[in-house]
């Protein structure tokens, strides 16, 4: 499906489907907006977003990515970081598209890399396979998610704030939550696996920019272009934090 080309509010955008190469958790549903049918999810934006003030995305195909920047060779130099190539790669190949679909199946590409399940046996890194999935899941749709160059938070819904959602679609106690939120945020991204998020997530048009400040506080994140103002990010998630929070946690079952 493709979006129009003018800012859409929640009253005017229509749902769409996307089918996936795996079935998603059917307790995706209890999030107001997605319907999960086996491998098909299907989102409302009028019910889902808590704000989506603008449809488009930059991203890079994802093929071109595993080709050019994780194909194995050495990820950064001394002449060269890691993200410099993501930025100048983003230079290159980066497109605007207003089909939140295709935002959808990269973002699902991006996370089934960086949290594949092969890991689940790398020393020292305690994850569950049901963490594993729920982070797979969550980050697919936070791709949705989008902040202006002016650090405006434009597209949010309740997958920013994945360490709540995923208590909701999973039951995770509250303990289990902050874990995964601790995974997430640090104990997940040693450097090796911090630079192929930097690469990786150059599908995505930028780069993953963590809510939380110096602990993890259940305030997700997103992929922004490099050279936003973090500062009036920072500023608009503290404004609207308490309140979104609060209407994700209304859709646990009862």
């Known amino acids: 499906m493709t979006t129009t080309a003018t800012p859409a509010t929640p009253a005017s955008a229509r749902a769409f489907t996307v089918a996936f190469p795996e079935a998603f958790t059917p307790a995706w549903s209890r999030i107001d907006g997605i319907t999960i049918d086996g491998p098909n999810l299907?989102?409302?934006?009028?019910?889902?977003f808590f704000r989506y003030d603008d449809p488009s995305w930059l991203v890079c195909d994802w093929e071109l990515v595993r080709a050019e920047l994780l194909d194995g060779r050495q990820a950064e130099t001394p002449q060269r970081a890691a993200e410099q190539r993501a930025l100048e790669f983003i230079h290159t190949h980066g497109r605007t598209t207003r089909?939140?679909?295709?935002?959808?199946?990269?973002?699902?590409?991006?996370?089934?890399?960086?949290?594949?399940?092969?890991?689940l046996e790398e020393p020292g890194l305690d994850v569950t396979p049901r963490q594993l999935v729920a982070l797979r899941e969550a980050?697919?749709?936070?791709?949705?998610?989008k902040v202006q160059l002016d650090?405006?938070?434009?597209?949010v819904g309740p997958c920013w704030f994945f360490p709540i959602a995923t208590s909701?679609?999973?039951?995770?106690?509250?303990?289990?939550?902050?874990?995964l939120d601790e995974l997430y945020?640090?104990?997940?991204?040693?450097?090796?696996?911090?630079i192929e998020s930097v690469l990786a997530h150059a599908a995505l048009g930028?780069?993953?920019?963590?809510?939380?400040?110096?602990?993890?506080?259940?305030?997700?994140?997103?992929?922004l272009s490099y050279g936003t103002d973090?500062?009036?990010?920072?500023?608009?998630?503290?404004?609207?934090?308490?309140q979104w929070k609060a209407r994700i946690e209304a859709m646990r079952a009862a």
Do not use: K
Request: with cysteine.
């Open 168 to 179: 909701v679609v999973f039951e995770l106690p509250e303990q289990e939550a902050r874990s």
């Open 139 to 145: 980050t697919t749709i936070m791709s949705l998610n």
């Open 185 to 194: 945020h640090g104990m997940w991204f040693n450097e090796y696996r911090r």
């Open 42 to 48: 299907t989102l409302d934006p009028a019910a889902y």
């Open 206 to 223: 930028g780069r993953l920019v963590h809510g939380c400040q110096a602990a993890p506080d259940m305030r997700g994140g997103c992929v």
């Open 230 to 242: 973090l500062a009036g990010f920072r500023r608009d998630l503290e404004t609207f934090d308490a």
């Open 99 to 119: 089909d939140p679909a295709e935002v959808l199946r990269i973002g699902y590409q991006v996370a089934s890399f960086i949290f594949r399940d092969e890991l």
């Open 151 to 155: 650090g405006t938070i434009s597209n």
